[in-house]
């Protein structure tokens, strides 16, 4: 049964993505009947980083100059180390993340994915878990951080590692299912 029929999604991604925290959760929600978007700053082929070295690369199908936040139902994060890097210091990433925190949208980050939360202001007061380097910078932004294979707070799905990614894929969907997530909005104000 397609579960998420209808529904579109975004995977906001730039150069150095972890390759399994896209495929894997993209996998999962085309099972489930979803379009999954790849989104990125850059336009053509986007490079993932596969464990210790480079790996595949994937089209762009919306860069984020196109991408319009109220054409997706929700939003996942891939981690890898550079991404997030990347992306937090990119104003319109963080705008495109922030506005489906705004809307009370479902969102999924794993890994290193949380950095861009934290330059969205949408991590205070959240219970929330990610790679344990960033830990301290989630407790910094006002985050309870714990350490768990996957934590979800008001339509906000975290997990730590691609060793997590069957725990992180369940709870994404579950989340997207549900729709709106009214406390989304509201939470981490």
Known sequence: MDKLAGKKVAMLVTDGFEQAELTSPREALEEQGAVAHIVSPESGMVKAWDEKDWGEKFPVDVTLD????EDYDALVLPGGVMNPDHLRTNQKAVQFVKAFF??????????????????AGVVQGR????YPSLQTDLKNAGAQWVDQEVVTDHGLVTSRNPGDLPAFNRKMIEEIREGIHPKQASAGR
Not at 127 to 130: D, F, H, P
């Open 127 to 130: 219970k929330m878990t990610s």
């Open 102 to 119: 705004d809307a009370g949208k479902p969102v999924a980050a794993i890994c290193h994915g949380p950095w861009t939360l934290i330059e």
């Open 66 to 69: 196109q991408a319009n936040p």
